[in-house]
Structure formats: structure tokens, C-alpha cells
């Protein structure tokens, strides 16, 4: 009996996974319950444990790969099925092919999220008749959430390719055919009956070619196996039609060409993932009644603060005192005089949240994830500190769990570290109030009548106007900017 190896279901929140680690090989024997392989997302590394004992019969995703929620990764074999089931690794290769039709391993597209109801060939980066090593990337398959690989197997020969750049597809589905074992000068060569079809004479990507020099099969001598064209064959062709005189109409097409000179111009169709990232920003937009309103804060005071308590503060504590906890402190503070920027919606009910739960923005190698910092209001400005840093530290190295990225009722982005000096930050919903914070930049000021060169930084306070009305969203960005603008207020509580 065997037993499928699967990625586990992945939140709705995670597109797909990596492969990150294989602790056995193939044939190697396992108990029930010992891990197999970890799967790495953006938000958690899973472990994914053997079901039963037997013995590993089968990897198809190596390291590294991309990977699916639910996609059979490898196969166990049990008890008895486990024995005969295991590769002989002491037979002779020359038996493992010696069967034709047991050499020929299909390409089929992985496995697709439910959501995703089929996908696209993106790019083929092998044709017919090509020498591939096992792992080597045959085919990118893109779906409107992921671009996936699709891996070789096993060394070989790309036997025939069915679905061309373009073409739709679904998952599972069976998109060409790898000779296993093969080499290239075992490669079965074309028939003359194959001789017929340009589509077999010729690669997807030498047809493409073929195509923009608007040239047909009969105009280039394939000098592959069985007359095979190859991108040389056409380029040679096209250079010989150069040669030749050539038409009047011709001549009007390239002297248009010249006319253009320099102000060329290229179209090529939106990819499944930018559509589906137009879509749902404006669905964003559409759910939502958000408006943006913005202020800014002198930041001399906190700078002042920082520059005279940053050493003692960082020997009392052993964390750098930061920017963040002043921005935490201040918002925790605004969120309880204003509560219905700490609310939601859910369906016709309004919920208010007694605890303050604050999501941070933190760069990761893999994107921007939202870990949240939990009951920030009972932290001091050092448990501040060290939570973001714990934070940071965790999503730098892959090791957020699920539960440490779920929930939050208000979050803090930080677009000034990257240099932005204004933005309008997007909902992070189900909650109703998002916080931009920007660059601090040395600008003129009109202090008591007076010009004075003061950091200053824009905020910007984007929020539901379903359920925050413009008199609330205004009085809690001028309370974050006058808690900031006066530490002294974030201690007295006034």
C-alpha cells in the first residue's frame, strides 16, 4: 500500500510554499511520525511527518521547489508494498529503460489551489529533441496568485511538448513528455509522416521565431534529425531572404521602419498575476470607504530624547532605543481615546476591541510581512523594542508562526525607511485604520514667527469611513502628533 507525501493546507493568506529541507531519501526507511521534510511560506516553516512506517519510494519535489497546499510532494510504501516497491539499486541501468514505454515520463502541471481555477504556459526553456538533467526547470506555469516550475524528473530528452507558450491549461494536466534515460543522439528521430507538421519540425519557441521572420517550414532546411529545425536553421534562412532583392511593398514597410526611428513601441498581454493584482486593488477600493487624511510632527523633540538616554537606555535594557516604540506608544495611546478606529466591521455588527493588538510592518528576503505586537499597551518602551526586534528577527529567518501573524486591529507601516517622503497606505482589513509613517527630512518652518530648519514627517491615516468619521480620524492623527511633537504627554498620560 502507498501513501501520498502532501504539502499541508496552507492558510487562504499563503499562495504557495518552498521545499526546504528533506531529512531522507529515496529508499530510505521510516517510522510513523518522523519528520520528513520541512515546508517553508512567508509566515511559518511546517514540518510534515510520515503517516505510517514503510520506506520512501518516490521524491518529486526537491529542495528549493515551489509547492502548493495539498500537492503530493513524494510517495511512502508500507509494510510488504514497502520491500517491493523500493528501487534495486544493484540492478543494472540498462534494465530500468529497457522498456520503451516505462522511459516516458510526462510533464504535467502541478496540482492548483481551489481558488485558482487554471493557468497559463508562461515559458517553455526546452524544446524537442533537448538533453535535460534531472531538476533542471522545463516549463514555468503561471497562475493568476504564482508563477510554478516545472522540474525534470529524471535525465533525458524532451520527447514531444503539447501545449505551447500561451496556451491555458489545468492542473494536473499533461503538458509534454520527457524520454527518461535517453540521450540525445538515442532520440527518436522524426518519421516522414512527422515530416508533414511544422509543429513537430519545430520547438514552440523556434515556431516564435519563425513567425516574427515571416518565414514558414517550407522556407528553412531543418539540418536536425528527420529534417528538425532549430533557431541556427531559421536565422540562416532569414539572412538569405536579406540577401535577395527585395520587393516594392518591403521597401514602404522599412521606410516607415526608419521614419520611427527610435520611438519604437512593444504590446504584450497582461500576465495572469498583474490582472488578478489589478482586480483586487480595486476590489480593495470598491469594499471599502477609504479616505486618507494627512498631518505632520516635528520629530526634534524624540530625536533630542533618543540622542540623550540612546546609551544609557540601550546599557539598562540591552536594546536600541528606536523611532518604533515612540509610534506604538503614541498610537496605543490614540486608539483609547478613540475606539472605533480600533474596531471592525463584521457583516452588520460593529466590534470593538478592548486589547490593543498592533500589527508592524517588517521586511523580510521574502516581501513585507504584519506580525503582530500583542497587548502593547501593558509594554513598556524597552518591551516595545524587543518585540519588534524579536519580530523582525523571526521573519528574517522564516520562523513567524501562524499565530504571531493572525489578528491585529490597527497597523503601523514604515515607508521612510525606503525613502518615501508621502503615501496613501492601503487597509489592512478586517481592520479599519492603517498608520504611514515617512522619511524625516530637514525643512523650513515658521516657528513664533520665526523661519527655523526642523525634522519634520509627514503622517498619513488611512481609514474605513464606513465606521471612522472624518471628526474621529482627525482628532486621532493630531493625538499621535502631539503625544510625538511632546514625549512628556506618553508618560503623565495627558
Known amino acids: ?19 526546504a529541507t528533506w531529512h531522507v531519501q529515496v529508499g530510505d526507511k521510516v517510522s510513523r511520525d518522523q519528520v520528513l521534510v520541512d515546508i517553508e511560506t ?14 520512501i519510494t518516490s521524491i518529486s519535489e526537491t529542495e ?6 495539498g500537492q503530493v510532494i513524494a510517495i511512502l510504501s508500507e509494510g510488504e508494498d514497502a520491500v517491493s516497491s523500493t528501487p534495486d539499486k544493484s540492478a543494472p541501468k540498462a534494465e530500468a529503460v529497457s522498456n520503451s514505454e516505462a522511459n516516458i515520463i510526462d510533464i504535467v502541471v502541478p496540482v492548483l489551489p481551489e481558488s485558482v481555477a487554471d493557468a497559463t504556459v508562461a515559458a517553455w526553456h526546452v524544446a524537442e529533441g533537448d538533453t535535460v538533467t534531472v531538476d533542471q526547470n522545463l516549463v514555468d506555469i503561471e497562475t493568476d496568485k504564482v508563477v510554478l516550475e516545472v522540474v525534470a524528473q529524471d535525465n ?20 509534454g513528455e520527457l524520454n527518461a534515460g535517453a540521450s540525445g543522439s538515442s532520440a527518436p528521430a522524426a518519421t516522414s509522416e512527422d515530416a508533414i507538421s511544422s509543429d513537430e519540425l519545430a520547438s514552440p519557441s523556434v ?27 531559421v536565422e540562416a534562412a532569414a539572412n538569405s531572404v536579406k540577401a535577395q532583392p527585395a520587393p516594392a511593398p518591403a521597401k514602404a514597410t522599412d521606410s516607415v521602419a526608419q521614419d520611427l526611428g527610435e520611438r519604437t513601441q512593444k504590446r504584450v498581454p497582461m500576465t495572469r498575476l498583474r490582472k488578478t493584482i489589478a482586480t483586487r486593488l480595486l476590489e480593495a477600493k470598491n469594499s471599502t470607504a477609504m479616505l486618507t487624511t494627512f498631518n505632520e510632527v516635528n520629530m526634534k523633540p524624540i530625536m533630542d530624547l533618543r540622542t540623550q538616554y540612546k546609551d544609557l537606555f540601550e546599557k539598562t535594557h540591552d536594546t536600541r532605543l528606536g523611532f518604533m516604540s ?34 508592524i510592518a517588517v521586511s523580510t528576503p521574502r516581501g513585507l510581512v504584519t506580525p503582530v505586537l500583542r497587548d502593547a499597551d501593558q509594554l513598556g518602551m524597552a518591551g516595545i523594542e524587543n518585540g519588534i526586534r524579536d519580530l523582525a528577527l ?42 504611514g509613517m515617512h522619511k524625516i527630512q ?49 508618560l503623565l498620560d495627558i
Do not use: W
Open 442 to 490: 530637514d525643512r523650513p518652518m515658521a516657528v513664533d514667527g520665526k523661519v527655523e530648519i526642523l525634522p519634520m514627517m509627514y503622517l498619513a491615516l488611512s481609514y474605513d469611513h464606513r465606521l471612522v468619521d472624518g471628526k474621529e480620524s482627525v482628532g486621532f492623527l493630531v493625538t499621535i502628533k502631539e503625544l510625538l511633537e511632546d514625549p512628556a504627554r506618553l
Open 394 to 435: 523571526k521573519g528574517r529567518d522564516g520562523k513567524l508562526t501562524m499565530d504571531e501573524m493572525q489578528g491585529g486591529n490597527f497597523t503601523i507601516t514604515n515607508g521612510g525607511v525606503f525613502g518615501s517622503l508621502l503615501s496613501t497606505p492601503i487597509l489592512n482589513l478586517p481592520q479599519a485604520a492603517i498608520l
Open 156 to 175: 533525458g530528452v524532451i520527447g514531444k511538448i503539447i501545449h505551447a507558450e500561451g496556451e491555458t491549461v489545468l492542473g494536473n494536466q499533461k503538458v
Open 1 to 19: 500500500m502507498t501513501t501520498e507525501i502532501k504539502v499541508p493546507v496552507l492558510p487562504e493568506s499563503v499562495a504557495d510554499a518552498t521545499v
Open 64 to 69: 528549493g521547489a515551489t509547492v502548493l497546499g
Open 207 to 233: 515556431r516564435r521565431l519563425m513567425t516574427e521572420k515571416g518565414l514558414t517550414a517550407s522556407d528553412v532546411i531543418g539540418s536536425g534529425k528527420g529534417g528538425r529545425i532549430s533557431k541556427e536553421d
Open 42 to 55: 512567508d509566515k511559518v516553516v511546517l514540518e510534515v511527518p510520515a503517516t505510517s512506517d514503510g520506506v
Open 326 to 359: 515612540f509610534y506604538v506608544k503614541a498610537v496605543t495611546e490614540a486608539l483609547k481615546r478613540y475606539p472605533a478606529v480600533n474596531a471592525s466591521i463584521d457583516g452588520d455588527d460593529i466590534v470593538y476591541h478592548n486589547y490593543f493588538d498592533i500589527s
